[in-house]
């Protein structure tokens, strides 16, 4: 291709972006929340217990009315040897089919002290109404090193986890919220004795106005005997402003 071919193509390209990076939309958030688990689990594995104060908080970017989204979201963390900080990193693409809302998407969950924990997903997710259907499938070698790749030769990919949520307002800035989920560990997670286990989460969320929310729920899971005090039910409330 000549030069002259490529400063053409380039500018084509240039003009086509230009009306989706016009309507570029960047938010932020911060929160302050009195523990942090995931997928039912604290995160706070060496001091679990009610009141366990985390500092959250990220960006979000989307790409006008084009669909794509990319963001980063971050939470204090302390259940790695080294770290104390997980940042998650994340992109895909929203759209519509008939009465579903749909998203597709990768997300990296990253922990800059310690990187045995580090784990990939992709994930998909349908709407419609209040209810909501997400599935997120590990595509890295490990899930949060639980079968310790690097040392044991097990593996976590493929991992699932499945997550129906329900969502609905109430009245004016109250809405409640519910969700339930369901983590199917890979062969190589189950082989050192690790069970499936479900998760779940009743709560709600009161909207001040000028993106001021306060949130609390009832979050836990099951297995209680396995994974101990890091899957017992907490009453979490979470403060988030987003900007």
Known sequence: MSPASLRSLSLALIAAALPALASAQLTANVSLASNYKFRGQDQDMHRAKALNPAIQGGFDYAFGSSGFYAGNWNSSVDWLAGNSIESDLYGGYKFKAGALDLDLGALAYIYPGNGSGNTAELYGAASYGPFTAKYSHTVSKDYFGLAG???????????????????????????????????????GIRDLGVPHYVDYSLGGAYDFGSGLQLSAALAGANKKGFFGDANKARLIATLTKTL
């Open 149 to 187: 790749a690097k040392t044991s030769g097990q593996r976590g990919r493929n991992t699932g986890y499945l997550n129906l949520a329900f969502a609905r307002e109430l009245m004016p800035s109250v809405t409640l919220k519910a969700a339930l989920g369901y983590t199917r560990f890979a062969g």
